[in-house]
C-alpha cells in the first residue's frame, strides 16, 4: 500500500465514525442504563411457587421492609418496580418511544432513590449517572439506531 492509500482509509475510517459517532453514542447510553434496570430486575424474579408469584422472597423482603415507596401498598409496589424494570429497559434498548421510556425510568430512578435511603451510602453515584443518562436520550433523542428512527422516517417519506 502507498502512502496516499493508508492516509485515505485512516481518513475514510474517521470520517465513518465521525458520521455515525453521535448515534453511536447514543446506542451505548441506552444499552448501557438499560442494561443496569434490567440487571436489577432480574434479581427480584422468583418462582410460582413463592409467597407471591413470580417474586423472590428478597425482592418481598426489600419491598415489604426495606423500601419506603409511598402511597402505594406495598405489595403493588413490588409488582409494578420488577415490570417496570424488566420492559421499560427492553423498549429503551430497541428505541420504541424512547424518550417516553427514559422519561419513565428517569422517574423511576427518582423513586428508587427516594424509597431506599440505605442507596445514599453506596448506590446513589450509579443512580446520578443514570438519571443523567437517562436525560441524556430525553433531550437529544434516540439516535439512528432505534426503532423510533425507522418509524418516523417511513411515515415522514409518504
Not at 458520521?19 to 453511536?24: A, N, V
Not at 403493588?76 to 423498549?91: D, F, M, Q
Not at 425510568?105 to 443514570?130: E, Q
Amino acid at each position: 500500500m502507498t502512502m496516499n492509500k493508508i492516509i485515505n482509509f485512516y481518513n475514510a475510517v474517521f470520517a465513518f465514525i465521525h458520521k455515525y459517532s453521535t448515534d453511536i453514542f447514543k446506542l451505548f447510553v441506552r444499552l448501557y442504563v438499560a442494561d443496569a434496570f434490567f440487571r436489577a430486575g432480574l434479581t427480584k424474579l422468583g418462582s410460582w411457587d413463592s409467597q407471591m408469584p413470580f417474586l423472590s422472597s428478597s425482592a418481598q423482603y426489600l419491598f415489604e421492609n426495606e423500601y419506603q415507596v409511598p402511597i402505594i401498598p406495598w405489595e403493588l409496589a413490588a409488582y409494578l418496580g420488577t415490570a417496570a424494570e424488566l420492559i421499560l429497559p427492553i423498549l429503551l434498548v430497541l428505541g420504541l418511544a424512547t424518550r417516553l421510556m427514559a422519561v419513565k425510568l428517569f422517574m423511576f430512578n427518582i423513586i428508587a432513590v427516594i424509597s431506599y435511603p440505605t442507596i445514599w451510602a453506596g448506590g446513589f453515584y450509579d443512580h446520578k449517572l443514570w438519571g443523567v443518562m437517562l436525560l441524556v436520550t430525553v433531550i437529544y433523542g434516540q439516535g439512528k439506531f432505534a426503532l423510533d428512527y425507522f418509524i418516523c422516517k417511513k411515515n415522514t417519506q409518504g
